[in-house]
């Protein structure tokens, strides 16, 4: 696990801890070319939204559709910064798609 998936895995668990209303679970996956850990927000659901940690990249999206990959990619960022990053699109998900009710 890199430190840019402890990152994101620090910062989303904090989160849905503070958000109980949004049903998830994590997950980790074997492959044969790596591990990876995979949180899932409303399993079996045709909205389920899902934030992979895939060592160096954070890939997440709707299930169904499409997903965005969050990374360095040589910007010269920090893994907090890119996790943020992805957190805050994470949040706008489970928003988007009636997992969490929008910040007032």
């Not at 949004?22 to 980790?28: L, S």
């Not at 954070?58 to 907090?80: C, K, N, P, Q, Y």
Request: glycine share 10%; proline share 4%.
């Amino acid at each position: 696990m890199s430190d840019l998936d402890r990152a994101f895995e620090s910062l989303a668990k904090a989160f849905l801890s503070d958000h109980p209303e949004v049903q998830h679970g994590w997950r980790p996956i074997k492959e044969w070319y790596g591990d990876r850990l995979d949180v899932i927000c409303g399993a079996g659901q045709p909205n389920e939204v899902f934030a992979s940690l895939v060592g160096g990249q954070i890939a997440l999206g709707l299930t169904s559709g499409e997903h965005e990959d969050f990374e360095d990619s040589g910007r010269g960022v920090s893994d907090e910064h890119v996790a943020q990053q992805a957190l805050s699109r994470f949040v706008e998900l489970l928003e988007e798609h009636g997992h969490l009710a929008p910040a007032a």
